[in-house]
């Protein structure tokens, strides 16, 4: 019975301590070197010059957030203020690097953008994101690269009008 009690704070105190590090809204993102198309170190382009969303995704997640990308495409917003750029997390996939650069080329044809590959879990591990594997992870990062909205899971419906006005407002001059 007392290791029961044991085991069970010992689970509660690494779930708080998991909580307390996990990235918020508010939190400065520093940027990152990660990989480009070509397996070239590249930081994050316009990283405090626009805002900027991000889908994180492991390969297996891929395409859990087009429906906030294709809204955010079909958006009309000011490409002068506003980036988007796909982070892959290739660091937790099963899925061989050079069937994910294929899958990578194809989604930058498809929203006309960069997608910068992580191999290491560094976006993860420096953006306190916890565990991505089998994750697509949503997030805005203001001008002040300050976390405007994060989201592990599918941005749908409701959420996608309100990421949608969050941005129209963050960026209104």
């Not at 996939?93 to 960069?114: C, E, G, H, L, Q």
Request: with cysteine; proline share 2%; glycine share 6%.
């Amino acid at each position: 019975m007392r290791l029961n009690t044991v085991v069970t704070a010992l689970v509660l105190y690494c779930a708080a301590v998991s909580a307390a590090a996990a990235a918020e809204i508010g939190d400065v993102l520093p940027n990152l070197l990660l990989k480009n198309e070509h397996g070239e170190a590249a930081e994050i382009p316009d990283f405090g010059k626009k805002l900027l969303t991000f889908v994180y995704a492991d390969i297996q997640a891929v395409d859990l957030n087009d429906p906030v990308a294709d809204a955010l495409r079909a958006s009309g917003l000011d490409g002068e203020k506003i980036r988007g750029i796909g982070l892959a997390n290739l660091k937790d996939t099963w899925v061989p690097n050079a069937v994910s650069r294929m899958v990578i080329r194809r989604k930058m044809r498809k929203y006309d953008t960069i997608i910068l590959s992580d191999d290491d879990g560094l976006v993860a591990s420096q953006w306190e994101l916890g565990d991505c594997n089998d994750q697509s992870v949503f997030i805005v990062l203001g001008k002040d690269r300050r976390v405007k909205y994060l989201k592990k899971g599918a941005v749908r419906g409701r959420e996608i009008e309100a990421v949608l006005e969050l941005i129209r407002r963050e960026t209104a001059d």
